[in-house]
């Protein structure tokens, strides 16, 4: 419907590429032109910043907003409408009737309810002063009447707009415009959604879909727990395992942590795939140690996501686990993240309840992180897992060495036991020995095995290191 009209703006002058200022005015230059251009939003520079960080490029065309334009076109019965969202030119996220994406700002109808941050309903645009001159109003397609409702953010600033557009004059009566807000909070929150799982490495995923399926995966008894063993060099012994999830998919096969844990993590789904690998871990392992005399002190480490550490049941769910398998606190580890840790003050109180039990606390991936020694100061934890990316490094005399070093010698400083991760030969194991560090994982010593693998690994007795 606004194909006569592209040709137009066309006519006009280039149409710029989206983010282009080089064509467009200033933010602040001149006072608006025309009546039909409405100044620039009172706090134009956050309001600018704020759709940037909403990365709208990810959302152009996504099918839960196309649904919301759809429906005010079918509802309303209006030929055009759009999901908009306005920097320095307006584009178009979803649309009906509109051939273009990017619109120049000359061109949009928007600016009035971008500015006035409130609805804006025009019955017949040539009988109002801020639509009679507009491009398209004067010209094809003859616009005669628009309904738009700002897309607020949180913080109160216009995104852009959800709009309906129609070439017969018409009202739009109250109950349609409070039908438009509503959709538009429907329309801002799918973009906080985009944005939140862009943040979490997820742009252009299927986060809804994928949880569904995983939902149904964890109710259906998919989740599998494997374990890779931990050595005490000291002793040249193992003396534990750290239980990793997968998801044995039907269709697609074994599927890494990398795979789902990051869908899990956006949701809460991960309290309920931790809570299975939890109980899953202890039984295991109380098992173990009951069949296995050179095994009867194995323990376990368990991976523990944030979201885990602050849903109330939490500690609760981890002195079930214990209680259900027989296994003692002492033989339990959670290893934490500083993603996990970034709860603060709201964690201490859950983490020292566990503590106090005598559960173990493990660093995970130390010195992957931006201030590890601020939470090994803030946590009181028992263990610290020196990160794999160092252990590649190690022997090179790179600054890597150095800091391992020195981070071996600040734990063992600090009363921490520390296990080296992903030790993969012999050379890199002669390292972790002269650094001093007690304890080593790595695909040296053995992959994660399966719990059926790991039986029989038990079953061939004592493994020298
Ligand atoms: P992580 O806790 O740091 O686990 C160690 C990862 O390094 C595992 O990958 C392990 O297979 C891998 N690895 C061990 N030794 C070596 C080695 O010598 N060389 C190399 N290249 N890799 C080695 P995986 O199983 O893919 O797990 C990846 C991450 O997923 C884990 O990192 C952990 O952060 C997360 N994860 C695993 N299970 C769970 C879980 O039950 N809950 C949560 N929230 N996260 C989990
Ligand atoms: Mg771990
Ligand atoms: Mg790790």
Known sequence: MFQEFAVRGDAAGPVPIAGEPATHPAPHAAPHAA??????????????????????????DDPSLQALVTAVSRVLDVPVAGIVVMGLEQHYLARVGVPVVNLPRELSLCTHTVHDARPVVVADTRADARFATHPLVVGEPQVRAYAGVPLLTRDGLPLGTLCAVDVRPRDFTAEDVALMQQLARAATGVLELLRHNAGAGLAGRDVLGEGLRLRRGIDDGELRVHYQPVLDLQRGRLAGVEALVRWQHPERGLLPPAAFVPVA??????VALGR???????????????????????TVAVNVSGRQLVDPDFAATVEEALAGSGLPPSALTLELTETALVGGDRVQPVLQRLRARGVRLALDDF????????????????????????????????????????????????GCDVVVEGVEDRLQLEHVRRLGARYAQGYLFSRPRSAEDFTRYLAEGPQPV
Not at 35 to 60: C, K
Not at 265 to 270: A, T, Y
């Open 35 to 60: 009546p039909h251009l409405a100044p620039l939003h009172p706090q134009e520079d956050d309001r600018r910043a704020s759709v940037l960080s909403y990365r709208v490029e990810d959302a152009v």
């Open 265 to 270: 993590e956006v949701s809460n789904l991960v």
């Open 276 to 298: 299975e690998v939890l109980g899953a871990a202890c039984r295991q392992v109380a098992r173990w140690r009951r069949a296995h005399p050179h095994a009867s002190d194995l």
């Open 367 to 414: 010195g992957t992180g931006y201030s590890s020694l601020a939470y090994l100061r803030d946590f009181p934890v028992d263990e610290v897992k020196i990160d794999r990316g160092f252990t590649t490094a190690l022997g090179g005399g790179s600054p890597s060495d150095v800091i391992t070093a020195a981070a071996v010698g600040l734990a063992h400083e600090l």
